[in-house]
């Protein structure tokens, strides 16, 4: 191979290394704008449905004889008990999402209360797939599913704190 060959096929080799390293360099972007937009996209399900959460159990609590006297129409054990729990589940677990704090956690009880809601209340009106999806509870259920599944994101007290304990394991090591 003479010389003026090679020198004609290294800028070729180099080129394609350029344009490899290149498109490694865009996926590495997107890769951060992904974590990025989901990020975004959880803090926002995150404050909607934490809003819409705690509101609903604010609610409760503000007609917790009402709210009892209907899950007692609904036939649910201990209506009186039940309202002062599903009140309680709903408030404190709307401001914990609304926190970023312990998410996965507080959707735990938050997708048991939607999916009894969803036997209870609104069976009745559960034909299909198109019906269920229709129900009030459907949303919020399919929120906390996504949040237990993905966690609260970033712009969490969760993502603090393990930053913090992160960093204190260590200093201590």
Request: overall charge positive; glycine content about 12%.
């Amino acid at each position: 191979m003479s010389t003026i060959s090679q020198v004609q096929q290294a800028p070729a080799a180099s080129s394609g290394f350029c344009l490899f390293s290149h498109l490694f360099s865009l996926g590495a972007r997107l890769m951060k704008m992904e974590k990025a937009g989901q990020s975004l996209v959880l803090l926002a399900l995150r404050v909607l449905y934490g809003f819409g959460f705690a509101m609903a159990g604010w609610g409760k609590f503000g007609n917790l004889e009402g709210t009892g006297q209907y899950f007692a129409s609904l036939g649910v054990p201990l209506p009186g008990f039940t309202a002062g729990l599903v009140a309680t589940t709903e408030l404190v677990g709307g401001v914990l999402l609304l926190l970023g704090l312990g998410t996965r956690l507080a959707t735990l009880p938050l997708i048991a209360t939607m999916v009894v809601a969803m036997i209870t209340a609104h069976a009745a009106a559960i034909v299909d797939v198109e019906s269920f999806m229709a129900q009030s509870p459907y949303p919020f259920l399919l929120v906390s599913l996504v949040l237990l599944a993905f966690g609260p994101g970033a712009a969490s007290v969760d993502r603090l704190l393990k930053g913090f304990f992160a960093r204190r394991a260590e200093t201590e090591s």
